[in-house]
Every structure is written in C-alpha cells, then in structure tokens.
C-alpha cells in the first residue's frame, strides 16, 4: 500500500512564538496518527526548534528548499548536509513560487533533487502547471518535461525514495481548487508516464495533491485512486484545519 502523507508548506510564515503554539496544537490534535503520515515544512531558522519539539512526536519535518551545491561560495544558500544536521526528513524541490519568482528551471529543480537524495533526505517535487498552459491544452506536456527532467538525472529508481507534489499554480494560494476529478486526471497521468518506465516505481509513489487544499474539501480530494495526501500551504498555519486535514489524510 502506498504511504499516506499530509504535508504542510509554512512558506515564509511563522514566529518562534506563533510556531510553538501552533504545534503544540497539531501534535495534540493529531495524537494517534501513525508516524510518518503528517509532516510540516519550515523556514530555515526554524529548523532546530522545530526539531526539538516535533523529535520524540509522531510529526516528521522538513525545508522548503535546498541548494544544488554541496559546499562552497554561495551566499545565503543552504545545502542538503546541512539540512540533515537538523535531521529533516523531506525537502521541497521545484515549487512554483520557487519555478516563477527565482526563476528555478526544470534543470536546476533536478540538481536540487539529487542534493536532496544523495543527502539522504526525501525529496517532495512540485510539478504543475500554470492557468494559461490548462488553457492552451498543455498540462501534460508540462507536467511530463518537469518529471522527465529529474527522471532524466536521477533515473526512474531514484522515485522509490521521492515525493511528488502536483499543485496546479492556478490553485496555489487561490482559494481555487482543482477538483477531485480534475486533480484524479493528473495524477494518473503522472503515475501513468512514470509506470511507461518502470510499473512498480509508479505504483509505490506518493503523489500529493496541493493547490487550496481546506479543512471542507480535503476528504473529497484524498478519496481519489491515484491521490496520496497533500501538500498544504495556507491551511496549514490553521491548526484546527490542518489537523483536520492531516486526519483526512491518514493511511
Ligand atoms: C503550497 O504552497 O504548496 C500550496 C499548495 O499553498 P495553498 O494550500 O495555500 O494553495
């Protein structure tokens, strides 16, 4: 059975204060859920609290980005390694705010993921496509060459230990959902272009679906075949929703 993961994406929201609360909130509220199945992903200098109050908890954590270097001269980045001595378990790789505001090709997203991998961290890759590729037709070319790119440089088997977030930009942050039939599509697209390269690797991946994911539509969406949780922003700094949505979620 493929695993169930409800992440949450914190993006650049958070105090040390507000953090403490909140999480102290989700670990209650989520009390019993099996470990491994809700995780949250947070600003960098948050990583070590975070870790100290999730590390004995059933809620595993992660970052939001991550260099493609290992080391060396590059000014405000942080590298995988770096990220494992604060034992993160996931980091974002390709999210489209990542893809249109730094201008992150499907190269770089690749390098990104390998970094994460080769750290021995899991990476979440974000694919999904803008309002204006739906519109024109070519959601699943664009889908199809932000996978290929890291299937390319990472090979097929580098998904047994990867993520994938698809999260149509047009729903990110919008209060625009995709439907559950509308996400369904994609995601068995997905799974259907990685299956064209290897059956078992597609069958055994999470694949998230993130994009306006509330407490009143998660259920819905997490009821679909071919989709495996979600990847939550705005909802997630809510912690009566993102329990919620966390418990809709579990295996
Ligand atoms: C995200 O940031 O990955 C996301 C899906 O945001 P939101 O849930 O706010 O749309």
Known sequence: MRKKLVAGNWKMHGSLVQN??????????????????????VPYPYLSS?????????????????????????????????LNDFSCHYAIVGHSERRSLFGEDSHTVALKYTAVQNAGLMPILCVGESLQQRDTGVTQQVVTEQLDAVIGQAGVESLRKAVIAYEPVWAIGTGETATPQQAQEVHAFIRENIAKHDIAVAAGITILYGGSVKANNAAELFAMPDIDGGLIGGASLIAEDFVTICRAGQD
């Open 50 to 82: 975070v870790q100290s109050i999730l590390q004995s908890t059933h809620i595993t954590w992660g970052a939001q980005n991550v260099s493609q270097f290992s080391k060396g001269a590059y000014t405000g980045e942080v590298s995988a390694a770096m």
């Open 20 to 41: 403490n609360e909140l999480l102290d909130a989700v670990i209650a509220g989520t009390a019993g859920m099996r470990k491994g199945n809700c995780a949250v992903c």
